[in-house]
């Protein structure tokens, strides 16, 4: 199983920065891609920007130019740089991966972190 911790949300003006970090542990095999989900109140969960073990990477249009995200695959762990960021991008952002597990050859299965909230408020 794969446990995903993590942080970096708070509080920030609008047109201000965070940056979150999501460290993957536990026992697999490989983890293919990694990202971030969010769910601002009222709203179903959306996709922010996920990338994939080859460094391919995706982004809701709203957030492309704005948002970067990165990994960094000896420490398991992927990074979401927000910038520029609006009232709009408050929400709680969840770490996503998708991870071979099991023996042998494996099989996909997706794991959530707990949530980490960000909140773009003057």
């Known amino acids: 199983q794969v446990q995903l911790v993590g942080s970096g949300g708070g509080l920030v003006q609008p047109g201000g920065s965070l940056r979150l970090s999501c460290a993957a542990s536990?026992?697999?095999?490989?983890?293919?891609?990694m990202g971030w989900y969010r769910r601002a109140p009222d709203n179903e969960r959306e996709l922010v920007a996920i990338?994939?073990?080859?460094?391919?990477?995706d982004y809701d249009d709203s957030m492309k130019g704005r948002f970067t995200i990165s990994r960094d695959d000896a420490k398991n762990t992927v990074y979401l740089q927000m910038n520029t960021l609006k009232p709009e991008d408050t929400a709680v952002y969840y770490c996503y991966a998708r991870a071979r597990v099991g023996k042998g050859w494996g099989y996909y299965e997706d794991f959530w972190g707990k949530g980490t909230l960000v909140t773009v408020s003057s």
């Open positions: 990338i994939t073990s080859d460094g391919t990477s």
């Open positions: 536990g026992s697999f095999l490989s983890i293919y891609s």
